[in-house]
Nanobody
Framework: QVQLVESGGGLVQPGGSLRLSCAAS????????MGWYRQTPENERELVAH???????QYGDSVRGRFTISRDTAKNLLYLQMDSLKPEDTAVYFC????????????WGQGTQVTVST
């Protein structure tokens, strides 16, 4: 069983920063693409940032220039550095990974809450 566990969420003021981490574990042969998504009760889950095994990145329009996705491929770790946070960034953030176990599969973490508020 492959599992992804996010950490690093919390309460921050507008303009503040947080760094989220995602640790993948289990019977993993390799991980291809990884990404961060976020979801609120009002909105569907949306892409925040995406990174390939080779390190190429993409960002959602609303976070581009403020967030940075990175990974340590050898350690199966994914990060999201969030700067200049806004109240509209408040959401549950989920880690996603395309994992080779006995075949390719998509996996999700349980989510970590990020709240941006005064």
């Amino acid at each position: 069983q492959v599992q992804l566990v996010e950490s690093g969420g919390g309460l921050v003021q507008p303009g503040g920063s947080l760094r989220l981490s995602c640790a993948a574990s289990g019977n993993i042969f390799s991980i291809n693409d990884m990404g961060w998504y976020r979801q609120t009760p009002e909105n569907e889950r949306e892409l925040v940032a995406h990174i390939t095994a080779g390190g190429s990145t993409q960002y959602g329009d609303s976070v581009r220039g403020r967030f940075t996705i990175s990974r340590d491929t050898a350690k199966n770790l994914l990060y999201l550095q969030m700067d200049s946070l806004k109240p509209e960034d408040t959401a549950v953030y989920f880690c996603n990974a395309e994992v080779w176990e006995s075949g390719w599969g998509e996996y999700w973490g349980q989510g970590t809450q990020v709240t941006v508020s005064t």
